[in-house]
Structure formats: structure tokens, C-alpha cells
């Protein structure tokens, strides 16, 4: 159950991952994540966390470009939570056939079997019962011991107390009350990127209602133009709802950005949320927030009459398909 899941969230920071064939990883000096989904969202937070983290973050089938000139100075990290996803079993295959380090953090499935069959370094994860998208905190536990980032994985564990999920539902109940009928276009800074579509994966994913994320300042020049007073969109233009994550700690012209844009949306008769990004420390914020989206995704799929939890048309992709997320 998503709520459950949700009020429980905090306890996956108590997770002590260990890395099975651990003597394997090797030295590295920067990581590739290949994930999809919900099990690709561990690559942005990373991200959020410490900006000089050298992460790329993989999306995609086969390996990224730059494979053929340094890769061998990467550790490649396959992150699938239910270790059946497509794309990310063949990253992970290509790794191995071009003789790169490659690691698997899985809850189960063939991403698992692989990496015992070959001998990889691997986390077995948790919570196998999990929907990919709730499994976060697992996620980033396993993927930070794995890397050896032993600082912010002590951080994270102080997550399991100071974490109140159950603080943010009233919050959240309201926000899907306002955004009931709308499509929610969810804005950030670029620091913050990885919160803004985070939201959005929760909006589609559990809301069960179409949603779109931009980041400041890319949106001034771009964007925001289609939401003017020229605005070739007509009748679509009243469906559309901009939550705006604010946080003190952007860049002051960052700030004054979203201030303006904000206004000028409003006099253009468009609806504005601003969510404030809260919290003592940058993991606190950064969960507290994410926390936030899970609730107001909930109370939307349950204002709609939709059943949060289940994902059946991507189900029915992956059936289809043949492959599976």
C-alpha cells in the first residue's frame, strides 16, 4: 500500500546494505548509474546531495558515449529495483562484455542472477514488495556504501529519526485539493532539478494525471513565453497549475526569478503554488520535500477515484513489449 509506504518511509534509512564480492569494485574515479523509473531517481539525488560528485546518470540502453575513451575510470552501477528492467540488464551486460567495472544494486530478478552468475559486486535490496518509486531511500543507502561515500551515508542514517512523514500529509492532502483538475507543471532550480521530477514521476506514476517539470533559469528563455499573454494554447492554458519548490538557499537571482515569474504568471490569470523547500540540513530538505509529492500524489489519485499503487499501462507496455521495467 502507497500509504503505508509513505508513513514507513523513514525506516529505510535504518537498511544496512552490504556488498556482497565486495574485494571486486575496485578504484574509480566517478560513477555511472543506469537505471529507469523510479530506480533511476538515486543518480539526481546523488546529484542534489553533493554537486561534485563526478555521477552520470544513464537513462537509456547500451553504455554512454564517452565508454570508448575513459571508461575504464568509471565504476558502473546498475540500479533496477524488481532486477527485471530491460534497458538497465542490457547496460549492464554491455559493461561486462567491454571488460568495465560494473556493480548491481537489485531487490531481486535477472539483474540479481547475473551478478552472482558472473561474480560482480552487488547489493541485494530490501523491500522487494516496494513499488520502484517508494524504494528510494534503499536505493540511496545501498548505492552510497557501495561508492564508499561513508560521510553521507552516517548523514542518511540520522534520516530515520529526523524524518516525520506523517507531518507533511495535511500539507500534501491540501496541495492535491488545488491541483484537482489541473496538470501540474512542477519548477525548480537546476540545483533542485532531481526534486522537481521527482514530483513529476509521482504525479504520473501514483496521481495517475499527466505533469511536467522545468528548471530555472533554462525556462525564462524558453518556456515561460507559451504561458504569455500571446499564448497560442487557448483553452489549455486554465489546466495548467505551476508549483514552485522555492529555497532559500538558491542563488539570490535564482530567487528573484522564480519572484518574477511568478508574478507575471499570475497577471496572466494562471494558478500559482509556492512550495517551500524546508529542513535543518540538505538531506532533511531534500526528503521532506519528497515526502510532500508522495502525499499530494496520493490524495490526487485518491480524489480522482484512481488506485494509487498499480501502474497498469506501463504493465501493459512491458507485457507487450516483452521486457520488462
Not at 145 to 172: F, N, Q, S, V, W
Amino acid at each position: 500500500m502507497i500509504k503505508n509506504d509513505i508513513t514507513n518511509y523513514a525506516q529505510q534509512f535504518r537498511y544496512e546494505p552490504t556488498v556482497k564480492n565486495a574485494d571486486k569494485v575496485g578504484r574509480f574515479g566517478a560513477v555511472v548509474v543506469g537505471g529507469m523509473g523510479g530506480s533511476g531517481l538515486v543518480a539526481g539525488i546523488l546529484r542534489a546531495l553533493k554537486p561534485g560528485l563526478n555521477v552520470v546518470a544513464h537513462h537509456e540502453y547500451g553504455l554512454p558515449s564517452f565508454v570508448g575513451g575513459d571508461g575504464e575510470k568509471y565504476l558502473f552501477i546498475a540500479v533496477s529495483h524488481s532486477g527485471d528492467t530491460e534497458e538497465t540488464i542490457n547496460f549492464c551486460e554491455e559493461a561486462i562484455k567491454e571488460g568495465l567495472p560494473v556493480a548491481v544494486v537489485s531487490a531481486k530478478g535477472k539483474l540479481l542472477e547475473l551478478a552472482e552468475e558472473k561474480g560482480l559486486p552487488y547489493i541485494d535490496l530490501p523491500g522487494d514488495e516496494v513499488q520502484p518509486r517508494m524504494a528510494l531511500g534503499y536505493a540511496l543507502r545501498a548505492v552510497l556504501k557501495l561508492i564508499g561515500e561513508e560521510k553521507l551515508y552516517k548523514e542518511t542514517t540520522r534520516l530515520a529519526e529526523k524524518l516525520d512523514p506523517l507531518r507533511h500529509e495535511e500539507h500534501g492532502r491540501e496541495l492535491a485539493q488545488k491541483l484537482s483538475g489541473a496538470v501540474p507543471i512542477v519548477y525548480a532550480s537546476r540545483f533542485n532539478q532531481a526534486l522537481a521530477y521527482n514530483w513529476k514521476i509521482k504525479f504520473n506514476e501514483t496521481g495517475k494525471i499527466p505533469a511536467f517539470c522545468n528548471v530555472f533559469p533554462e525556462l525564462n528563455h524558453n518556456e515561460m513565453e507559451s504561458f504569455g499573454e500571446r499564448s497560442a494554447a487557448g483553452a489549455l492554458l486554465p489546466k495548467a497549475h505551476f508549483v514552485f519548490l522555492r529555497d532559500d538557499a538558491d542563488h539570490l537571482r535564482i530567487r528573484e526569478r522564480m519572484e518574477l515569474t511568478a508574478k507575471l504568471y499570475s497577471d496572466c490569470g494562471l494558478s500559482v503554488e509556492d512550495v517551500m523547500i524546508e529542513g535543518k540540513t540538505r538531506l532533511e530538505r531534500i526528503f521532506n520535500t519528497l515526502l510532500l509529492g508522495d502525499w499530494a500524489a496520493y490524495y490526487l489519485a485518491l480524489g480522482n477515484g484512481v488506485e494509487p499503487e498499480s501502474v497498469p499501462m506501463i504493465e501493459r507496455f512491458k507485457k507487450d513489449i516483452g521486457g520488462q521495467r
